[in-house]
């Protein structure tokens, strides 16, 4: 078993624990795994010298005879993943392993993440944008996803050293300011139209529907694998995030007052596995 931490530097790969991590760093040790098909259990330990809540994230899989290629393990089927204080835990994965009997193995990696509240985050590669107003920015497991409120496009990016334009897409309207991935179609949010749009994943990226923003000019679009959730600029300082129930009207299940308002409106939104994320406009 194999396990990753991050904190600023990142560190070698292990092949066991405890693991040569700087010393402000946390470490991962596998203790031991349970089960090979339905639900399987991963025990583990972490240890953190300043003692902030920790959690797991990236895990990844391999089987056979050698280790890779290596599977992502999406985070939405993980459990008990949540931020915890260091010391023994577990996490459970409910899948179906192909195992061909004695010859085969199951290899695990696993990053720990230690969440101190504070601190500084770290580049760790720049790219240039497509044009001069990059606006929003998803993930759909496989590539990046960008769009530029500029050049009025919705980008598919290749992941290589540059990250190249795979595919440029025409935006519904002329503001594109946010977009998100919710596992089976990109969505995005026009400031211009003050609309969400959920769209096909065709030749076009066409849209499938198109929902009506809560407030006007919203901003950022999130799925925590449940809902999606918006913010808008234009109600600042009061609810200007919203989670929405996945409904036929995409409706409002709860809104959210700005967290400081001495800061500025919500701009964007992403979703970690256990918190939504935001940045403000000041």
């Excluded at 890779?68 to 999406?74: A, L, S």
Aim: aromatic fraction near 12%; hydrophobic fraction near 25%; include cysteine.
């Amino acid at each position: 078993c194999r396990a990753w931490n991050e904190e600023g530097d990142s560190c070698p790969w292990s092949e066991s624990g405890p693991f040569n991590i700087e010393a402000n760093n946390p470490s991962l040790t596998i203790n031991n795994i349970v089960g090979l098909s339905r639900t399987i259990t991963i025990n583990y330990t972490t240890y953190d010298p300043d003692s902030d809540l920790i959690t797991t994230t990236d895990w990844q899989y391999s089987t056979g005879s050698s280790i890779g290629p290596w599977v992502d393990i999406c985070s939405g089927d993980i459990g008990n993943n949540s931020y915890k204080s260091p010391g023994f835990s577990y996490i459970t994965w409910n899948t179906e392993l192909n195992i061909n009997g004695y010859d085969d193995s199951v290899w695990f990696r696993m990053k720990a993440v230690d969440n101190s509240i504070g601190g500084t985050l770290i580049v760790i590669s720049t790219y240039n944008s497509p044009s001069t107003s990059p606006t929003g920015l998803t993930w759909d497991g496989t590539n990046f996803w960008s769009c530029d409120s500029d050049t009025d496009k919705i980008y598919k990016h290749n992941m290589d050293a540059i990250l190249s334009i795979n595919t440029a897409y025409n935006s519904p309207s002329t503001s594109p300011t946010g977009l998100t991935w919710n596992g089976t179609n990109i969505w995005s949010c026009d400031s211009d139209t003050d609309k969400i749009y959920k769209h096909n994943m065709d030749a076009t990226l066409s849209i499938n529907t198109a929902y009506n923003s809560p407030s006007t000019s919203p901003t950022g679009l999130t799925w925590d694998w449940t809902n999606i959730w918006s913010c808008a600029s234009d109600s600042f300082p009061y609810e200007d995030t919203y989670k929405h129930n996945m409904d036929t009207g995409l409706s409002v299940a709860n809104s959210y007052d700005c967290v400081d308002p001495a800061w500025g409106p919500t701009t964007g939104l992403t979703w970690d596995g256990v918190n939504i994320w935001s940045c403000r406009s000041t």
